[in-house]
């Protein structure tokens, strides 16, 4: 069991890097902090985004999503890791939800940060891409993907079917008006708090 709110981020933060199975005392772990905040009212980001996580993490994607929107909201106090981790746990749950347009937003603000989320990125978009039959931009973010990961036996395989529909089938779009605002970290300082951008129009944009 972890003993500290950090020993379990890092923990998940590995397994999203490493596209790892989550251990059997993540899950206890998720459920005994599920059972604590249940029972009280959450007043600060940094509890909420380990709330958010949690739930996550026990496949309640639904209020993941919730209480993650509002951590990216109003995320000034939250750390490098924990505000990573908000990004991965709610672009996931939307994926899962089959909230592509949504995932795509959130995947995307990875295209900033260091290699290793990036990769994560390429992966995401791009399956939110196809999802989107934006079969171009998904060509894209697989061709990235592979680029990085050139032994990626998947990665290729994605790409593959991206080029393929890109080819054979009718492209869409994915300049999606967004009307929320939306909370960015800030690429120059990753080890600092993050920085609130407000946008009413999110434009997505692969990045070099």
């Not at 909420?48 to 919730?66: P, Q, W």
């Not at 592509?100 to 990875?110: D, I, K, N, Q, T």
């Not at 593959?160 to 994915?174: W, Y």
Request: neutral net charge.
């Amino acid at each position: 069991m972890y003993k500290t709110r950090q020993e379990f981020y890092q923990a998940l933060q590995s397994c999203f890097l490493n596209k790892a199975d989550k251990p059997k005392e993540m899950r206890e772990f998720c459920l005994n902090m599920e059972v604590k905040y249940s029972s009280r009212r959450i007043n600060n980001s940094d509890e909420n985004c380990l709330l958010g996580c949690s739930l996550f993490v026990l496949g309640k994607y639904e209020r993941a999503i919730y209480i993650l929107k509002m951590v990216m909201e109003d995320s000034k106090s939250l750390d490098y890791l924990s505000l990573s981790l908000a990004i991965l746990c709610l672009g996931k749950a939307l994926l899962e939800t089959r909230e592509y347009e949504g995932a795509l937003v959130y995947f995307s603000h990875l295209l900033q940060y260091p290699p290793e989320y990036k990769i994560i990125a390429y992966e995401y978009c791009g399956e939110a891409s196809l999802a989107l039959r934006a079969y171009k931009e998904a060509e894209e973010y697989f061709t990235k993907l592979v680029n990085a990961k050139p032994d990626d036996e998947g990665a290729k395989s994605h790409l593959a079917v991206a080029t393929k529909l890109k080819i054979t089938m009718p492209q869409q779009s994915i300049s999606t008006p967004i009307s929320s605002s939306i909370t960015t970290f800030s690429p120059n300082a990753f080890s600092q708090s993050s920085t609130v951008v407000v946008n009413k129009t999110t434009v997505l944009r692969l990045s070099n």
